[in-house]
């Protein structure tokens, strides 16, 4: 026991050295003051679905308002959280290596292609833990298939989609081993343990509610908004001064955006390779990794490819046992992964930040021109807005929208006067939504709002999202109530006239 601790202890200790040297660098307007806002409503005693808009599994909020609940307002809990579920993963990840045979030297970089992989881009999503419990439940059901229940049934409250792959895969296994009493034992604790996670929520939203959040809008209209493309020709800069010249210190580089191919490509060699060095309990791997994979494809970006990546490296350290042929692709998509990862690390710790100064930041570093355009913009609102009083962040326009700032909501400690946090596609630029979000400033008369004029807000995406709703209900009632006060940057204050 000792001679397995002592290596998983320091692949850890490793693992979230490589997460957490850049852990303080950079915010996510959207995605991290979604997270954050939800927090920070459940600590205020709000029920997501209910009280406010959420179609995410309510696990990530509950844990981060708990957080915000006992260590105050922060951009730093979620980092701490973040770094050690990374740990985790990866060294999951090589026990997963290990366990289908890899040799220790390939189970050690597919550890190092792991880490790097869950490292960036950093974020305070679900993904993380839920991958912690994914592959701990598949490391664990053919010996102890009740616990691995309870993870499986852990991991659909943080994200349903992947907790039906990981339980559809297992069951698969255990019935192709004829092992009808661990069907039965995993079966039943996934299910208790869901149940008792969800139901107080459900109870406390209303059934109604919770499903047309939880199930009706992710299967229906979700994806006509999210999809991308999947990247084949890239025609970005290639000499840019990185690793081999390759990357540039921007979104668009040549190994981030071949990443997906490459992964996808790793994926369907490594169930080849498998079918090679078969074994009942690795259909649960296959099932979980192929769903990891159409995860991926839904939107091909850089913030969907860390679970799929996860499932790559423990398929390619597999594959190195499946003949020459499947060694060198292995070895070819497990050697990309590193070098990518470190390309990215290596351009994190490049960029020039600079500390916020903000009470919630509590170290949080940003840019220099970030920081000096939320500083500005947050006294300003702060100083019009007394504390305790709403406001609300409004996009760039109302009828095309793909992304918004709801973190200035968590940097300023003013709650929103709308239940609508998410500036997402087909809600936010609906005639209803807009109507009702009128009607609760009407009711709340905030003295000043901020309205986000940065091109991003509304990014040609191609797909519904870069498509204008035409509904400009939100834009004309900011015009009529409100007049322009004061800008910094991309933030234009608003007072009400």
């Known amino acids: 026991m000792r001679d397995r601790l002592h290596p998983a202890l320091t692949l850890f200790l490793a693992a979230a050295v490589i997460s957490g040297i850049t852990a303080l660098d950079g915010i996510q307007p959207n995605d991290e003051g979604l997270m954050l806002q939800a927090a920070a409503r459940i600590a205020d005693g709000q029920v997501p679905y209910s009280d406010f808009w959420w179609f995410y599994p309510p696990g990530q909020p509950l844990l981060l308002g708990g957080l915000w609940e006992v260590f105050g307002p922060s951009l730093l809990t979620w980092r701490v959280v973040r770094v050690l579920c990374d740990a985790l993963v990866a060294v999951l990840v090589w026990r997963l290596a290990l366990r289908g045979g890899a040799s220790p030297r390939v189970a050690l970089v597919a550890w190092l292609a792991a880490a790097l992989a869950m490292a960036y881009p ?15 439940a598949l490391l664990l059901f053919e010996r102890r298939p009740a616990w691995a229940g309870v993870l499986a049934g852990a991991a659909a409250f943080w994200r ?29 604790s996934a299910l208790a343990t869901a149940a008792a996670l969800y139901v107080p929520i459900v109870v406390l939203a209303g059934a109604g509610p919770s499903f047309d959040l939880l199930i009706d809008y992710p299967l229906t209209d979700f994806s006509d908004y999210q999809t991308l ?62 769903g990891m994979g159409h995860y991926l494809v839904t939107r091909p970006d850089v913030f969907h490819t860390a679970p799929l990546a996860m499932m790559v490296a423990v398929l390619a350290a597999w594959a190195t046992r499946a003949g020459r042929v499947a060694t060198v692709v292995a070895v070819a998509v497990l050697a990309y992964m590193v070098v990518e990862g470190a390309d990215r690390r290596w351009l994190e710790l490049r960029r020039d930040y600079v500390p916020l100064a903000l ?86 008369r905030p003295p000043a709002v901020v309205r986000d004029t940065s091109p991003l807000t509304a990014a040609p995406e191609p797909n519904r999202a870069g498509e204008s709703s035409g509904v400009t209900v939100l834009d004309e009632y900011l015009a009529r109530a409100y007049r322009p006060a004061a800008r910094y940057g991309r933030f234009e204050i608003l007072e009400l006239r």
């Open 122 to 136: 950093s974020g305070p999503h679900p993904s993380p833990p839920t991958l912690v419990f994914a592959l701990g």
């Open 160 to 188: 349903l989609e992947f907790a039906a792959y990981l339980g559809v895969g297992i069951l698969a296994a255990l019935l192709v081993a004829r092992a009808p009493r661990a069907v039965a034992r995993f079966a039943a």
């Open 229 to 290: 493309p999947f990247p084949l020709g890239y025609d970005g800069p290639l000499n840019t001064g990185s690793i081999g010249g390759f990357l540039s210190d921007s979104a668009e580089n040549l190994l981030v955006f071949y990443l997906p191919l490459v992964l996808v490509a790793g994926l369907v060699c490594g169930l080849v390779a498998l079918a090679r060095d078969w074994a009942p309990w690795k259909l649960a791997i296959a099932v979980f990794a192929v």
């Open 359 to 444: 009470p919630v930041a509590d170290g949080v570093r940003v840019t220099p021109a970030e920081r000096d355009d939320l500083e500005r913009v947050v006294a300003d609102l702060q100083e019009r807005v007394p504390a305790g009083t709403p406001t609300y962040v409004a996009t760039r326009r109302a009828d095309l929208v793909t992304s918004g700032y709801p973190l200035l909501y968590v940097l300023a400690g003013r709650p929103n006067a709308t239940r609508y946090d998410i500036a997402a596609p087909g809600v936010i630029t609906s005639e209803p939504v807009q109507r009702e979000i009128v009607a609760a400033l009407e009711r709340a």
